[in-house]
């Protein structure tokens, strides 16, 4: 409940989140779409909306629903449901997440509101292409993306374990390049 940075390592948040299913596994395909595999596509879009974004963006990006990795992933209504000790919680592991991989605690708005965008529109990609959404109500819940941004874009299901390793990889190279 009090976590340090010290308790924080890649390999149980990327195994975690290649294990917690988005959309409460309620989705097509032989494999459930993971928190890990929504992550590896957030940064990517991240990426197409900042393309000059420097390494520790992009990274702060992959690791935007890291805590999940412990929590859980829950539709905003049955976070906001919980109450305060939610959100809490949830900063107090962003917190040390940051801390350990040299990331602020507390990452500016502006870089913020774009790593959201970039949520948004991953979420309109999962519900079109795996959760059985039609575009139009797509667009009510999450607003419609930009074409330039989903072009060529299709959501990945593989195994947790390839999922795992992809994360890995991707958070080692936005590491390196710190």
């Known amino acids: 409940m009090d976590p340090t940075p010290v308790d924080i390592e890649i390999d149980d948040i990327a195994h975690g989140l290649a294990f917690v299913a988005r959309w409460n596994g309620q989705t097509r395909g032989d494999f459930p779409y993971s928190v890990a ?12 909306i900042v393309p000059t974004a420097p390494a520790k963006w992009r990274l702060a990006a992959l690791l935007h629903d890291a805590p999940e990795y ?3 992933d829950m539709i905003s209504p049955v976070k906001s449901a919980v109450g305060p000790g939610y959100s809490l919680l949830d900063d107090r592991l962003t917190a040390a997440i940051h801390l350990r991989f040299g990331l602020p605690t507390t ?3 502006t870089i ?3 790593i959201k965008r970039a949520d948004k529109v991953s979420a309109w990609l999962e519900a079109t292409q795996i959760a059985g ?15 330039s941004l ?3 874009l299709s959501i990945v299901l593989r195994a947790p374990l390839e999922t795992r390793r992809a994360f890995v990889d991707r958070h080692d190279t936005l590491l390196s390049e710190m």
């Open 70 to 72: 412990v929590i859980g």
């Open 150 to 152: 989903i072009n060529g």
């Open 107 to 109: 990452i500016p708005k």
């Open 37 to 48: 595999e929504h992550s590896l596509l957030v940064e990517q879009l991240f990426g197409r």
């Open 112 to 114: 913020k509101v774009k």
């Open 133 to 147: 959404f039609e575009a139009s109500e797509a667009n009510t819940f999450f607003g419609r993306p930009d074409p």
